[in-house]
Each structure stands twice: as C-alpha cells, then as structure tokens.
C-alpha cells in the first residue's frame, strides 16, 4: 500500500489525466497494468474517478496501491437509481491523508433515461452536500438530451448555485459559450479529452481553442473518447499526452508550457 505522504508527489511529472477509468475492472482487467505501467514510464499521473458504489470502492483500492495515482468517489447519474450510499461510507472512512482527492463523476445526464431525472437531481444533490461537508472539489458529468426537452442546464445551474463554495471541473465539456462562460463565472475549470482531438465541428474547436489556459484540464476519460490518431483503439491515460501535444500545437505554444500549465490546475484544484 503507497504510503500517506506519497499523496504530494507529483515530482517528475508532467502531466496528470485528470479523469479516467483505469481503476475499473468492468473496463480494463489483464491490460490494466500494463496501461498503468506505460502512463507512469511516461511521467504521467492519473485521477482515478468512480461512477457507481462498485468502481468507487474500486478507484480507492486502486489508488492506495499505485503510485502517481488517486481516486475520486462518486455516483455518475445514469446509476444514482441504486444509490449512493457507499459513497458517504468511503468518506466517513476517510483519513487524514486519504488519496480520495474530489466527488465524482456526478451531475446530470438526459441524454438516456437510465435513471429518473427525479432520482438524479436528488443523487446530485447529496452528492453535493457531501463535497461540501468534505470539502472536495468535484468532476461534474452534465449532458443534454433531445433538443425538444427541457435543457439539462435550467436544472443543474440553479442546483449549482444552491451550493455556496462548490468547486470543481465541467468533465468532457462539449456545450456553448453561454453555459461555458457560466462556469467560469464560478470559478470552475474545464476539461478536454480526445473529442477535442477529433470533432468537425469548428464553433465546437472555436471554443475550445478559447479557455484561458489557467482555466483548463486534460483528461481520456479511458477507456472512453480515444483521441486521433488513434480513434477505434481502447483509450488509456498515457494519450492524455496526446490531447496535450494537439492544444499545445493548435495554440502555438510549447508542450512544456501547456503541460506545466494544466498540471499546476489539476494540482490546484484536486489539492495533490
């Protein structure tokens, strides 16, 4: 098991996938360390981020026994209709120098109807008060759905703001200006994985291209969103470096600058 003070060492890193899956047997199970070996010689760390109880109790186990690694806790709100209740249990668990670092992923997904919207404002919401009563950030999980539907956004906004001293990220952000500018308007980052990578879609680049840099994260969200070129591969966290070398690229700017730049954010806002 990594030792308590091994939660600050980020020495020799260059970046940190701020939101993948690596830790989820339900995803990686005789890759897993072998990925986690190839993300580490590459001198990349990685949050490890729950979406149910299980793979919760998994990203803590995981964590606790690999290096340049840790874990965040949450119930991705597809899976908030079987609760959420081995969450707070993890937390009342926590120690003082527990690797668990934020809640997450949580938010609001009408996009499917995996679980009622009901069920998911009230997941959402006592996820929340969970970050707050524990102080952690949090990595938010909000999509659309039809658009002849109600905007995801009217609801997570409002409950948002219900919720003073909320920090976090807006996880794999794909929306508008509007609703991006609302997140900077309360202090949240943004982050960008292999969609960013690979979209046709030029307002979508326009607006990515535009987060001020001490606004954004790089994450995989592996096994998901492989970025080019390789799209049609299992994602892993070592391509975070690929979602780093293209923004470095289509900004005109260093790698070295935007890695150092991100990973000050990710270190930042996850306390690491």
């Known amino acids: 098991m990594i030792e308590a003070d091994k939660k600050s060492a980020t020495e020799g890193l260059r970046l940190i996938d701020s939101h993948c899956h690596l830790h989820d047997t339900e995803f ?121 539907q109600p905007s995801v956004w009217d609801d997570f906004w409002p409950i948002f703001d219900n919720f003073p001293g909320l920090r976090g990220v807006l996880h794999s952000f794909t929306d508008t200006r509007d609703n991006l500018e609302k997140g900077f308007s309360r202090n949240l980052y943004v982050g960008l994985n292999g969609i960013s990578t690979f979209t046709k879609d030029q307002s979508q680049k326009e607006l990515f291209a535009s987060i001020p840099l001490e606004r954004l994260l790089l994450e995989t969200d592996a096994p998901f969103l492989t970025p080019a070129p390789f799209r049609g591969n299992i994602n892993k966290p070592e391509y975070v470096r690929l979602v780093a070398e293209y923004w470095a690229k289509q900004r005109n700017i260093d790698f070295d600058v935007l890695g150092q730049a991100t990973l000050h954010n990710t270190k930042e806002l996850f306390g690491i």
Request: charged content about 25%.
């Open 28 to 148: 990686f199970t005789d890759n897993r360390e072998r990925f986690y070996k190839e993300t580490v010689e590459a001198n990349i760390g990685m949050i490890c981020v729950g979406t149910d109880q299980r793979s919760s109790r998994q990203a803590v186990e995981f964590a606790a026994n690999h290096e340049f690694t840790w874990a965040a806790i949450g119930v991705h709100p597809h899976d908030t209709k079987d609760g959420w209740g081995d969450v707070k249990t993890l937390l009342e668990n926590k120690t003082e120098n527990s690797l668990i670092v934020a809640i997450g992923e949580i938010g609001l997904d009408y996009y499917y109807n995996n679980s009622p919207r009901e069920t998911q404002i009230e997941g959402l919401e006592a996820q929340l008060q969970m970050a707050i009563d524990y102080d952690l950030p949090v990595s938010f999980h909000v999509r659309d759905g039809a658009k002849d």
